[in-house]
Structures are given as structure tokens and as C-alpha cells.
């Protein structure tokens, strides 16, 4: 069946780094892609909606310039975090608009 | 707007212990509605689903029935297992939101021998 994969699984950086997780649909064509972000012990948190070949629509809160989204192909979103920080490590998944089911395994981002 | 509340956890049974973990939802009209599951350090997993009224969504031994006269989507399971131990996320797609999901905050299940 169709899968959403997402790269890397766990990502540890240093503050003030800027880190890229990519979001693939591995055999479907998604022209929307969701991200969110999941505190632990916490529900996920619609971050932005990803459309590609188009500007991402941010929800109410995000910042815009920190968490950059780029949707260049039916295949592929990545999310960088800009200039990451403590506050930052949170766990990042993505969702293809296509079938309810379509997560990514998630992204565990932890910054130093 | 579209919002789900979910009964606050943890929630801790014994194995075989039958289960509940209560979900209602706030939206206009006939939204679907999902229950998903997240193991431990891992994403989210359709557990189930429901598209209208008075449908019954099961897996793995997992039920739900979507009852619009009580705005529920209450989650059950006869028999619990150990494996069962995970965070379950009840969910709902609005009619007119488009693709997008409103989750509950999510309920930890801790299934003990």
C-alpha cells in the first residue's frame, strides 16, 4: 500500500543550526502534504499545510521564517527548522492529504 | 470550529481487562471520524474509522460507533492485551475543512500482565 516515509528519524543538533526533514510519498502522488508537530505526552499540532508548487499556508502561532516548507514536487515537502534552539525538540510528522491513514513515522528532532 | 475531547489518561488495566476510552466531538453537520494509535516512539497508525452516522469502525479487535444523537465516538475493546499499550488519538475530518484533521489530546493506555 502506499507510504509516507520520512527522513531523518532522529536528528540531533546544536542550537543555532538549521536542520531539513524530508516528507515522501513513496508511491502516490500527494499534492497536499500536512505537518505537524508533537509535543511529548502532548497531542500533534497542525503546524502548516504544504502545497505544492505553491506558498505553504501556516497556522496561527507558527512562525513563518523559522519553520521554512518547501513543496517542490508531487513527492516530496520538507520542512527546515531555522536556526534551531531547546525549544524546538519536538517530534515532527507529516501527512499526505490523500487517505487519512498516510503518516509519516515521524521525524524526533532533539537541539542542544 | 471542529473540536474533539478525549477522557484524560493514563488509563491503566489489567491484560484481558475490557476497555473504554470515551471520545465526543463538536462540529456542524456529518464530519468522519478516526481513532488512531501511536506506539512508543513511533507515528500515528489508522486504528479505525467511521464516515456517518450510526456506522461501526472495528479493527484488531478495536470498535467505535459514530452516534450523532451523543456527539461520541467512544473507543472499546472486549479483551485487552499487553501489546495494546500505546496513546490513542480520537480524530475527526470536518465537512468543510478540506482534508485537514482535528485531533483529541490523545489517551495513554497502559496494559499490565
Known amino acids: 500500500g502506499a507510504v509516507v516515509s520520512q527522513h531523518p528519524s532522529w536528528v540531533i543538533c546544536k542550537s543555532g543550526t538549521s536542520v531539513k526533514i524530508e516528507c515522501r510519498s513513496l508511491d502516490f502522488q500527494a499534492t497536499t502534504m500536512f505537518w505537524y508537530r508533537q509535543f511529548p505526552k502532548q497531542s500533534l499540532m497542525l503546524m502548516a499545510t504544504?502545497?505544492?508548487?505553491?506558498?505553504?499556508?501556516?497556522e496561527q502561532g507558527v512562525e513563518k521564517d523559522k519553520f521554512l516548507i518547501n513543496h517542490a514536487s508531487l513527492t516530496l515537502s520538507t520542512l527546515t527548522v531555522t536556526s534551531a534552539h531547546p525549544e524546538d525538540s519536538s517530534f515532527y510528522i507529516c501527512?499526505?492529504?490523500?487517505?487519512?491513514?498516510?503518516f509519516g513515522p515521524g521525524t524526533r528532532l532533539t537541539v542542544l | 470550529g471542529n473540536s474533539v475531547t478525549q477522557m484524560e489518561g493514563p488509563v491503566t488495566l489489567s491484560e484481558e481487562a475490557f476497555l473504554t476510552i470515551n471520545c465526543t466531538y463538536t462540529a456542524t453537520g456529518y464530519p468522519s471520524l478516526f481513532w488512531y494509535v501511536q506506539y512508543p516512539g513511533e507515528g500515528l497508525q489508522l486504528l479505525l474509522k467511521a464516515t456517518k452516522a450510526d456506522d461501526k469502525g472495528s479493527n484488531k479487535g478495536f470498535e467505535a460507533t459514530y452516534r450523532k444523537e451523543t456527539t461520541s465516538f467512544h473507543l472499546e475493546k472486549g479483551s485487552v492485551q499487553v501489546s495494546d499499550s500505546a496513546v490513542y488519538f480520537c480524530a475527526l475530518k470536518g465537512v468543510n475543512s478540506g482534508y485537514a484533521l482535528n485531533f483529541g489530546k490523545g489517551t495513554s493506555l497502559l496494559v499490565t500482565p
Open positions: 501527512r499526505s492529504s490523500d487517505n487519512e491513514q498516510f
Open positions: 504544504s502545497n505544492e508548487g505553491s506558498k505553504a499556508t501556516y
